[in-house]
């Protein structure tokens, strides 16, 4: 029995080593920032290498910074990339020299895309 453990913790660490260091560091972030009088959405993560291309939605983006990179965007072009109450964006990254994709998916803030309801009035009464 404990030889069949021990084969079964070597195999995972086997497996782990397999596993990419840039995937472990590739976990996309999403934060609603302000950016003048409107809202923006900052899209932030760790590249290796500052040549790799980043894609929203499968839009190539321009990304500032160089391995720590950022991509500042108003909410209404993140709504234009995306579908109707999207919950998450499709992040990419495409080494431009072997063209391997690496791609992630990472949470939109709650009710960014929602729908905007606009009300005329509204009551309120206490009894």
Do not use: H
């Amino acid at each position: 029995m404990r030889s069949w453990s021990f084969c079964l913790l070597l195999g995972t660490i086997a497996m782990g080593s397999i596993a990419s260091p840039a995937w472990a560091q590739f976990s996309p972030r999403t934060e609603l920032v302000r950016c003048g009088a409107e809202s923006c959405l900052e899209i932030s993560g760790y590249r290796d290498d500052p040549a790799t291309i980043i894609s929203l939605n499968g839009q190539d983006m321009k990304a500032e910074g160089g391995n720590k990179w950022r991509i500042v965007l108003p909410v209404e072009a993140v709504r234009q990339m995306s579908a109707p109450r999207a919950r998450s964006l499709d992040v990419s990254l495409r080494n431009p020299e072997t063209n391997r994709i690496t791609s992630a998916t990472t949470r939109l803030p709650i009710g960014l895309l929602g729908d905007i309801t606009s009300l005329a009035s509204i009551e309120v009464s206490i009894s």
